[in-house]
């Protein structure tokens, strides 16, 4: 077969592989321009092995500038009585500004060591953050408001995708889920709204994974899908990790109380959000069959959400009333708490297997290792609330330690098969 001819059954072969959906628009776009059959799409660009920015490099950079911060804002907090207000500000405002100008000019006008200028970009957003709260301090403002964090949250809402910075992505993921963990703790008992806490992060998940999907109609922006997809299933698997321990049903919904209408608004948003990409996901199985995985768990995950809050509508039918000490308390029945458990502990399970698919037909590797993390954490989660406690103490250990270690090698080895098969012979 001639060149010519070779590199026609290529693209007659990768615009098949789209066509099935293989692989997406994106996707066949590098394979061809890997070759010289298509240009590159934007926000990509064709560079040697010599040149790929290594992450460990951007690793330590960011881990500098976060020390560098740190040490910047205890050095200011030991001296800060001794400074005027106008410096304060002067100080605050002025090292934000310098923090961001050279973080932009390494990494996008001299473009000399991009690394660190991603990592003094990421310093800058960490610095509005310090910004906020020490200007709310310098005016009395009581620096445990939550809406303090959703300041910053705004503040650096845009600098992610401005900066092509995957370190702010992160950075604005993290800051908002933060600010709704005050928000509804403020407002409830702390035991109370970890439960409301994660059935909001069981939304957050859905719809960052749902919003993740949306970069692939955006060339430029198509790379940072990992990011929100990567925390998406994060949120989503601890959110059922946590529902598949007995706190949730033993003791907050027997004492579960109507929430404000502030938070039920949240409520009510998150869940539109995660219905419209949930819908946006199974229009896109239609064209492409290899999302069938993502379009599953997605709706299990829902559905499990719809299932976990009808329970604080039937909690009289689940609890039994018990007096104790002069005083009643409700108590839920065994059998419901038993079906509870084993209901959440299934769909847990379930989800973090489906959390490895994903990863192994999309050729990504650290949704493997999310998913392969979070079933470890349900084995060890089963082991000390069920066998644990029905052997005696000498043998648990025992028997924990050999499951431990015959499913930590079982895992391991298929965690690199797995990754064998995705990047061929580099193994992480």
């Known amino acids: 077969m001639g060149d010519n001819e070779h590199k026609t059954w290529l693209r007659e072969e990768v615009e098949d592989w789209s066509r099935d959906g293989i692989v997406d628009e994106h996707q066949a776009k590098l394979i061809l321009s890997r070759y010289g059959l298509s ?37 200011v907090a030991s001296n800060w009585q001794k400074i005027p207000t106008v410096a304060k500000m002067i100080l605050l405002i002025g090292t934000t500004y310098a923090t961001y100008f050279f973080g932009w000019n390494l990494k996008f006008n001299r473009k000399t060591h991009p690394e660190m200028g991603d990592a003094m970009l990421f310093l800058g957003s ?16 009581n620096a445990n408001e939550h809406w303090l964090i959703l300041v910053w949250f705004l503040a650096i809402l845009p600098f992610g995708y401005a900066f092509r910075s995957s370190s702010i992505l992160s950075l604005n993921i993290f800051t908002f889920a933060l600010w ?24 957050f998940g859905i719809n960052l994974y749902g919003f993740g999907q949306l970069h692939m109609k955006f060339e430029k ?41 502030q938070v039920q608004m949240l409520f009510l948003i998150f869940m539109i959000t995660s219905l419209i990409f949930l819908a946006s996901n199974v229009s896109m199985y239609r064209k492409i069959k290899s999302t069938k995985y993502e379009v599953i768990v997605l709706a299990i995950a829902f559905l499990g959400w719809i299932g976990t809050w ?42 973090s297997i489906g959390s490895i698919l994903i990863g192994y037909y999309k050729a990504t590797v650290p949704f493997v290792n999310v998913g392969m993390s979070f079933f470890v954490l349900g084995v060890l989660n089963l082991y000390f609330t069920t066998l644990y406690e029905l052997l005696p103490r000498s043998l648990a250990f025992i028997a ?15 965690r690199r ?11 992480i």
């Open 126 to 141: 960490l610095f509005v953050g310090v910004t906020i709260f020490l200007t709310a301090q310098i005016y009395n403002v």
């Open 39 to 75: 240009k590159a799409p934007s926000g990509t660009e064709k560079i040697s092995p010599k040149k790929v920015p290594s992450k460990l490099i951007t690793v330590v950079s960011i881990l500098g500038a976060f020390l560098i911060g740190i040490g910047a804002i205890l050095f």
């Open 221 to 261: 922006y198509a790379n940072f899908r990992l990011i929100h997809q990567g925390f998406g299933l994060f949120f989503i698997l601890a959110s059922y990790f946590y529902f598949s321990l007995e706190i949730p049903y033993r003791f907050i919904l027997t004492r579960f109380t109507p929430i404000n209408w």
């Open 180 to 203: 709704t963990m005050f928000y509804i703790s403020q407002t409830r008992d702390l035991l109370l709204s970890s439960f409301e806490i994660f059935m909001l992060y069981l939304l």
């Open 417 to 427: 098969s797995i990754i064998n098969e995705i990047k061929g012979d580099n193994v």
């Open 400 to 414: 924990g330690g050999i499951i431990l270690v015959i499913l930590g090698w079982y895992l391991e080895d298929k």
């Open 310 to 351: 009808s329970l604080t509508f039937f909690i009289d039918a689940l609890t039994t009333p018990i007096v104790k000490y002069g005083h009643t308390y409700m108590e839920m029945d065994p059998k419901s708490a038993t079906i509870l458990f084993i209901a959440f502990n299934l769909i847990f399970f379930v989800l």
